[in-house]
């Protein structure tokens, strides 16, 4: 079974950087679509970034396009998530997935069997 866990939510300034890490357990990252998702309360949980298993293809949301780069770590079977110039509308709590390579579409939540816990960005201003 894959598991997730994500680690380096926190407090950062507006204009900082923060990276999050995604642990994976169970199977090989390079062996999966990665992705990253955020959600604020009372709205959808919205695409962030997606790693193909080929670990070439790249997709990312336009709100974070040129912010925000999606890598994985195969040694440490890891993906992070590098989050530049950050501001107050990135407060918002991140989640990491894991698809098997089944998903027709990496930037929807359907295409995701496996979910982290969650951890929280909270950027002032």
């Known amino acids: 079974q894959v598991q997730l866990v994500e680690s380096g939510g926190g407090s950062v300034q507006a204009g900082g950087s923060r990276t999050l890490s995604c642990a994976v357990s169970?199977?090989?990252?390079?062996?999966?679509?990665m992705g990253w998702f955020r959600q604020a309360p009372g709205k959808e949980r919205e695409f962030v970034a997606a790693l193909h298993w080929n670990g070439r293809n790249t997709y990312y949301a336009d709100s974070v396009k040129g912010r925000f780069t999606i890598s994985r770590d195969n040694a440490k079977n890891t993906v992070n998530l590098q989050m530049n110039n950050l501001n107050p509308d990135d407060t918002l709590v991140y989640y990491c997935?894991?698809?098997?390579?089944?998903?027709?579409?990496?930037?929807?939540?359907?295409?995701?069997?496996?979910w982290g816990q969650g951890t929280q960005v909270t950027v002032s201003s």
């Open positions: 169970g199977r090989a990252v390079s062996s999966l679509h």
């Open positions: 997935a894991a698809d098997p390579g089944s998903a027709y579409r990496l930037d929807a939540l359907q295409g995701y069997q496996f």
